[in-house]
């Protein structure tokens, strides 16, 4: 079993940073795919980024590349989420999630089976 908990949160201006945390316990969580997905007000949930259990890949999806950064540190079992440039299109709660089966995709909603219980993410205009 696996818990995840986000942190890092809050209200900010458009063009700010923020940078979310997620801690996870359980000792196998390192071994794990994990990513970040967010939901706004009246909208499924959608895929942000994520990053493979050893780090060596990354996938972003196009509303964020070039302005968020996944990473993770495994020793701290710990996924961060840097976030530049934000814009009130980014407005949603952010959550963590990890997949233990490491599927190859790495973006869908349906191969994650742990998740977070969410960070709210407001980004003023």
């Known amino acids: 079993q696996v818990q995840l908990v986000e942190s890092g949160g809050g209200l900010v201006r458009a063009g700010s940073s923020l940078r979310l945390s997620c801690a996870a316990s359980?000792?196998?969580?390192?071994?794990?795919?994990m990513g970040w997905f967010r939901q706004a007000p009246g909208k499924q949930r959608e895929f942000v980024a994520a990053?493979?259990?050893?780090?060596?890949?990354?996938v972003y999806s196009d509303s964020v590349k070039g302005r968020f950064t996944i990473s993770r540190d495994n020793a701290k079992n710990t996924v961060s989420l840097q976030m530049n440039s934000l814009n009130a299109e980014d407005t949603a709660v952010y959550y963590c999630?990890?997949?233990?089966?490491?599927?190859?995709?790495?973006?869908?909603?349906?191969?994650?089976?742990?998740w977070g219980q969410g960070t709210q993410v407001t980004v003023s205009s």
């Open positions: 359980g000792r196998t969580a390192r071994d794990y795919t």
């Open positions: 990053i493979s259990w050893s780090g060596s890949r990354t």
């Open positions: 999630a990890a997949d233990s089966n490491r599927g190859w995709t790495m973006d869908s909603v349906s191969e994650y089976d742990y």
